[in-house]
């Protein structure tokens, strides 16, 4: 069993709309936690980081959250464009320097005009 | 940030055959990662590669399926030999970052075996 969830598995929305998205991990012990996001025949470049510590971290129109108690993370994307359509994969690590990164398998998201 | 290349950057192949994909990094690098993308899935390590030493496979993968080479600090290959359908999928490297479990990705090599 995947130890990083998300959900949904793909969503369609109108530009300029908002939509928010869910990963859930039962990684332990936890370091961190990143979004990423993966266009369509590229590699996934990282959108944010959030340690244990941190509730909320934004990067421009995304905003991701992280509750560590329930282990949960959301990204969301305000005013969405065009550009935003791709999948976000949710990847947790266990330490600082943990190479062996647990990932979901990622949201597409396609916003349409 | 790292600048990563991959080659090819798609392939069609036969059963049977094998494919050697190429990734150079624009800066001399540590640790190199090789990853498998298949549909609808996460990524999933193939193995670890490190200059001068010899790869470190993951739970699944084996040395004769996935050969590599780590000739330098800036350039890695990766053979998926005597392939099959099972596999046709996208493979991606990657770098270290200097975050917190940072890494960098290539753009991926999307192979499909007919």
């Known amino acids: 069993k995947n130890q990083v969830e998300q959900s949904p598995q793909s969503l369609i929305i109108l530009e300029g709309k908002n939509c928010t998205l869910q990963?859930?991990?039962?990684?332990?012990?936890?370091?961190?936690l990143r979004w990423y996001k993966q266009d369509t025949g590229r590699g996934p470049v990282s959108l944010t980081i959030m340690t244990f510590s941190e509730n909320t971290k934004s990067n421009g129109r995304y905003t991701a959250t992280l509750d560590a108690d329930t282990k949960q993370s959301s990204l969301h994307i305000t005013a969405s464009q065009l550009s935003d359509s791709a999948s976000y994969i949710c990847v947790v690590s266990r330490a600082f320097n943990d190479y062996k990164l647990s990932f979901g398998a990622g949201t597409t998201v396609t916003v349409r005009a | 940030s790292a600048v990563i290349s991959q080659k090819p950057s798609r392939d069609i192949c036969q059963r049977g055959t094998s494919l050697t994909i190429q990734c150079q990094v624009d800066?001399?690098?540590?640790?190199m990662f090789w990853y498998r993308q298949q549909p609808g899935q996460s990524l999933t390590l193939i193995a670890t590669?490190?200059?001068?030493?010899?790869?470190?496979?993951e739970s699944g993968f084996v040395i004769d399926k996935f050969p590599i080479s780590r000739p330098n600090l800036t350039f890695s290959t990766l053979t998926v030999s005597n392939m099959s359908p099972e596999d046709s999928s996208i493979y991606l490297c990657?770098?270290?970052?200097?975050?917190?479990?940072?890494?960098?990705f290539g753009p991926g090599t999307r192979l499909t075996v007919l």
């Open positions: 990657s770098v270290e970052g200097t975050g917190p479990a940072e890494q960098f």
């Open positions: 590669a490190n200059q001068g030493s010899e790869a470190t496979y």
């Open positions: 990963c859930n991990y039962t990684v332990s012990p936890f370091s961190n």
């Open positions: 800066s001399q690098v540590t640790m």
